[in-house]
């Protein structure tokens, strides 16, 4: 993974913050196999060192291993951006991402962003493992 101009690492890891998110809702984004979406959304219930057990709305639970994060939204987060900058984020399998950065982990990235897709815009508040990510680029918001 290339990571360019962006902020110091935040001594927090995947498995830390995701501890933080428990009884957290989160959302199923996309999935190009055919599988039931609305089924994969829940309630965070149990996070280990390598996945997280997802509560879904109709109460089967779920294990997803933390390479799937990225695939999810965590619309009940309030981000507390204590950084300035924007980040551009190329992936292995999910595209490109960009969005103000929220933080920088030792192996996940958090950023918000703005899904224009729809009909409506969806703010996103998006987890990638760094192991997803070929390459990161930051700069400062307002260009400075």
């Known amino acids: 993974m290339k990571i360019i101009a962006c902020p110091a ?3 927090i890891t995947l498995q830390q913050r995701l501890t933080q998110l428990q009884n957290k809702f989160i959302v199923f984004l996309a999935d190009n196999r055919g599988r039931d979406l609305v089924n994969q ?6 996070v280990n060192e390598s996945s997280l057990v997802v509560q ?9 291993n933390f390479s799937d994060i990225g695939k999810y939204d965590f619309p009940d987060l309030v981000p507390n951006r204590e950084l300035n900058f924007l980040a551009f984020i190329k992936t ?3 595209g490109e991402f ?9 192996d ?11 009909e409506q815009p969806i703010d996103l508040t998006l987890i990638i493992p760094r192991r997803e990510i070929i390459r990161i680029e930051c700069e400062r918001e307002g260009g400075e």
Do not use: M, W, Y
Request: hydrophobic residues 30%; aromatic residues 2%; proline residues 2%.
């Open 9 to 11: 690492t935040r001594k």
């Open 108 to 118: 996940f990235i958090e950023i918000t962003g703005v899904d224009n897709s729809g």
């Open 98 to 106: 960009n969005g103000p950065l929220v933080r920088i982990g030792t």
């Open 41 to 46: 959304n829940g309630l965070i219930r149990e």
């Open 92 to 94: 292995k399998n999910q």
């Open 56 to 64: 879904a709305e109709n109460g089967r639970l779920i294990r997803h």
